[in-house]
């Protein structure tokens, strides 16, 4: 993994990008969905972390560094903003009112092999009746995604998955969305990786960065 002051280098870089174009479009909403909460702590990492803490951390840091690194271009909203436990078709039922152009669920992995490392994506599987404009975007963010933790961070890519979790399934119709999986809390390093703040703003950064490729991109 790269050293930590690549991250610090990197989101003061971003202070200088050009965002004439994506401020002069509507402003996109997206939800973030910080999976887990209260009684469900998802993955304990082998250092003691939780997984429900990690996401909501980074979610949390996504809307600030949204706010006061990109005047808040971006419209977004959280499934959750305290550690409370919201079941998963509260999550998607706020997806289909709220019709988002872009829906993210932030996860932590877990893993028996604790050499498990890296970073994965999941999207819906392929399914006929899915929209293919909604498939496209949903890969091509995917895609921006991984590329900024191999590029940004160093991370391991373990690419994209396509698999049929309820907050993809239920959702699929309404809104391009991925299923994100920040490294395993299983393997040493990326557990301790995931406790430091520099690392929590480098996840958030990642996310926001990948989706303001989109917008420059006009994918939605």
Not at 34 to 42: A, V
Not at 186 to 191: F, G, P, V
């Amino acid at each position: 993994m790269k050293r930590l002051w690549i991250v610090c280098l990197w989101i003061g870089f971003a202070l200088f990008c050009n965002r004439t174009q994506a401020q002069e479009n509507r402003r996109q909403m997206v939800i973030l969905d910080p999976g887990h909460g209260g009684m469900d702590s998802g993955a304990i990492g082998i250092n003691g972390i939780k997984e429900k803490d990690i996401v909501l951390e980074v979610a949390k840091e996504a809307i600030r560094l949204n706010k006061e690194l990109f005047g808040n271009t971006l419209d977004i909203y959280l499934t959750r903003y305290k550690d409370t436990l919201i079941s998963l078709s509260n999550r998607t039922k706020l997806v289909k009112v709220l019709q988002p152009d872009v829906f993210i669920s932030i996860h932590c992995n877990q893993a028996a092999r604790k050499a498990a490392q890296g970073i994965e994506v999941y999207v819906q599987q392929h399914n006929t009746s899915m929209s293919s404009e909604l498939q496209f975007v949903s890969e091509n963010l995917s895609e921006a995604i991984l590329l900024e933790f191999d590029q940004a961070l160093g991370f391991k890519i373990r690419g994209i998955k396509y698999a049929n979790f309820q907050v993809l399934r239920e959702t699929q119709y309404d809104s391009p969305g991925v299923l994100l999986e920040i490294g395993f809390l299983s393997n040493w390093e990326e557990a301790e990786h995931s406790r430091r703040k520099e690392s929590v703003r480098g996840y958030a950064m990642v996310i926001i960065q990948a989706l303001y490729q989109l917008i420059d991109a006009e994918y939605y």
